[in-house]
Nanobody, 124 residues
C-alpha cells in the first residue's frame, strides 16, 4: 500500500507563494506518476499538475500553467508543488495522488492513492 501526506498549505495574500510537499511511503515511489489535484468548497476535485515517474514529463491545468511547478525528488520519496502568483481562485484543499500504473494523466480516476489534503487559502 501507499501512504501520502501533504504539508505546506496555509493562508497567503494574493500574489504570494507557497510550496506544497507530499511525502510518500510504501510501494515503489520512483515508478509512480504523481499528481496534484484541488477541491474548492462546493466544487469537484480538479486536476492541477502531474509528473511522470522520471520527472521528464509534466502537465499542467491551463489555470495554473506558468504559475505552478511540479517536481519530485525520488531519493526523498517526495513530490512538490511550487505555487507562485497565487490568486484567490486558487483557494482549495490540495491533494497529492499517486498513479501506480505510471500513466501521468489529468484524470482523477487514474490515481489510486490519495493524501489527506492540505488547505490553501489565498486572500485578496
Amino acid at each position: 500500500q501507499v501512504q501520502l501526506v501533504e504539508s505546506g498549505g496555509g493562508l497567503v495574500q494574493a500574489g504570494g507563494s507557497l510550496r506544497l510537499s507530499c511525502a510518500a511511503s510504501g510501494g515503489t515511489f520512483s515508478k509512480y506518476a504523481m499528481g496534484w489535484f484541488r477541491q474548492a468548497l462546493g466544487k469537484g476535485r480538479e486536476f492541477v499538475a502531474t509528473i511522470s515517474w522520471s520527472g521528464v514529463r509534466t502537465y499542467y491545468a491551463d489555470s495554473v500553467k506558468g504559475r505552478f511547478t511540479i517536481s519530485r525528488d525520488n531519493a526523498k520519496n517526495t513530490v512538490y508543488l511550487q505555487m507562485n502568483s497565487l490568486k484567490p481562485e486558487d483557494t482549495a484543499v490540495y491533494y497529492c495522488a499517486a498513479d501506480t500504473l505510471a500513466r501521468a494523466t489529468m484524470s482523477r480516476v487514474d490515481y489510486n492513492y490519495w493524501g489527506q489534503g492540505t488547505q490553501v487559502t489565498v486572500s485578496s
